[in-house]
T-cell receptor, first 113, second 115 residues
């Protein structure tokens, strides 16, 4: 069974450009998470979806970040425009529901230059 | 506020035991977790302990919790090269295997294995 798939694995963009990350959760998993992991830090939750509904986006910087999970399966996370400080690893995870173990993707490493 | 502290590095010889320590500040934390992150990979939940427990053992892993001192440790017996990774301690008010709601992570401890 495939795990959580994220793409791209790496992305380098110039500041002020837009960027998007894609996540395909494990089949049947209703809960999907996006995390931000800065270098040398633990992950920080950006947004959590239950099916297609964003149930916790309190940590998502809404001035430049947006996310969607239109059909309750795949999800995209977008940054527009990107800033130098956005350089980090963006992790996606999914779980059957919000109370069972989540499985993480390998992440997308973003470098903003 | 919540805070989780870990030492940044731990170096051990292959075959020895590794003990990774963590302190937390939120006395109302109910669940404490250990995650493993290998290079270029996402996080993997290793084990967790409920706050009314003192110890939990799972094969080579032993978790000790001192709730009075707010101290959590992870012991890895017979450390192997495959154990080389970053280990994150995390706390939450409720069970959240997803690492989402209310989960606060430490900065992680790099476990370095010497041959």
């Amino acid at each position: 069974e495939a795990g959580v798939v994220q793409s791209p694995r790496y992305k380098i963009i110039e500041k002020k450009q837009p960027v998007a990350f894609w996540c395909n959760p494990i089949s049947g998993h209703n809960t999907l998470y996006w995390y931000l992991q800065n270098l040398g830090q633990g992950p920080e939750l950006l947004i959590r979806y239950e099916n297609e509904e964003a149930v916790d986006d309190s940590q998502l910087p809404k001035d430049r970040f947006s996310a969607e999970r239109l059909k309750g399966v795949d999800s995209t996370l977008k940054i527009q425009p990107a800033e130098l400080g956005d350089s980090a690893v963006y992790l996606c995870a999914s779980s059957l529901d919000g109370e069972t173990e989540a499985f993480f993707g390998q992440g997308t490493r973003l470098t903003v230059v | 506020g919540e805070d989780v502290e870990q030492s940044l590095f731990l170096s051990v010889r292959e075959g020895d035991s590794s003990v990774i320590n963590c302190t937390y500040t939120d006395s109302s934390s109910t669940y404490l977790y250990w995650y493993k992150q290998e290079p270029g990979a996402g996080l993997q939940l290793l084990t967790y302990i409920f706050s009314n427990m003192d110890m939990k053992q799972d094969q080579r892993l032993t978790v000790l919790l001192n709730k009075k001192d707010k101290h959590l440790s992870l012991r890895i017996a017979d450390t192997q090269t495959g154990d080389s990774a970053i280990y994150f301690c995390a706390e939450s008010l409720s069970y959240s295997g997803g690492g989402a709601d209310g989960l606060t992570f430490g900065k992680g401890t790099h476990l370095i294995i010497q041959p």
